[in-house]
């Protein structure tokens, strides 16, 4: 694996699934090996890709281990991505690339700079479909994580009803993450002020786990959340 001969795109599918199923380290490698290949071949949209799924494997280790090298490495990543999304002029990936950069700066509590990478990823962003919905209520989250609680938790919401909307247009497996991490958001959110809604908001993104047996990361932060919750 890894040769001039070999798909990027297959590798980087590969090395998601290892993500997803929570190989975190394993998934590195290939997501290395799908970023050489992509090099060797000037597949720089593939190239961007890799850079992204790394960086959201070092997104997941660094929650598991608070290991702040990940941290800072999963946020480079992401810089690098945009700059090569820049230079090559692939502007049908900057929202993408604007959507990880705030993700990122999530990581280091930093909600400013992820509310306003959010939001230029919203602003580039073409289509109406479900990955919208899904930016939309990230930007909730830093909003509400900046202090905004209600305009955050009604921008999450908006996200919510995006997602529903477009619900079975979109690949089983991604809508059931981006709803079910909604959901958790709402659930987490709302536990301080309306304990009831945020029971019923842990039980839809409960029903969605257990409904998908691929979703091995999100059941982890289920149960995560659930401990947090009844504690």
């Given at each position: 694996m890894g040769d001039s001969s070999s798909s990027p795109d297959d590798l980087i599918q590969t090395a998601t699934a290892f993500r997803e199923n929570d190989r975190l380290t394993e998934s590195l490698d290939?997501?290395?090996?799908?970023?050489?290949?992509?090099?060797?071949?000037?597949?720089?949209?593939?190239?961007?890709?890799?850079?992204?799924?790394?960086?959201?494997?070092?997104?997941?280790?660094?929650?598991?281990?608070?290991?702040?090298?990940?941290?800072?490495?999963?946020?480079?990543?992401?810089?690098?991505a945009l700059k090569i999304c820049q230079d090559h002029h692939l502007t049908s990936l900057l929202s993408l690339c604007y959507f990880?950069?705030?993700?990122?700066?999530?990581?280091?509590?930093?909600?400013p700079a992820a509310i306003v990478h959010y939001r230029r990823s919203l602003k580039l962003f073409g289509p109406e479909n479900a990955a919208k919905g899904n930016i939309t209520y990230h930007l909730g989250e830093a909003i509400f994580l900046s202090g905004d609680k209600d305009t955050g938790i009604n921008t999450v919401l908006d996200g919510l009803k995006i997602l529903k909307q477009y619900r079975h247009s979109t690949d089983t497996f991604q809508i059931n993450v981006w709803l079910s991490g909604c959901y958790l958001k709402l659930a987490k959110f709302l536990a301080s002020t309306d304990s009831r809604q945020a029971k019923k908001y842990l039980s839809q993104a409960q029903k969605i786990v257990d409904?998908?047996?691929?979703?091995?990361?999100?059941?982890?932060?289920?149960?995560?959340?659930?401990?947090?919750?009844?504690?």
């Open positions: 290939l997501f290395d090996q799908a970023a050489t290949v992509s090099v060797r071949q000037k597949n720089y949209p593939a190239l961007i890709h890799a850079l992204h799924g790394k960086a959201l494997s070092c997104k997941h280790l660094f929650l598991n281990s608070q290991d702040l090298q990940f941290r800072q490495l999963a946020l480079s990543l992401c810089q690098s990880r950069l705030g993700e990122m700066h999530l990581l280091f509590a930093d909600y409904s998908d047996p691929r979703l091995v990361i999100r059941c982890r932060q289920l149960q995560s959340l659930s401990s947090f919750l009844k504690s």
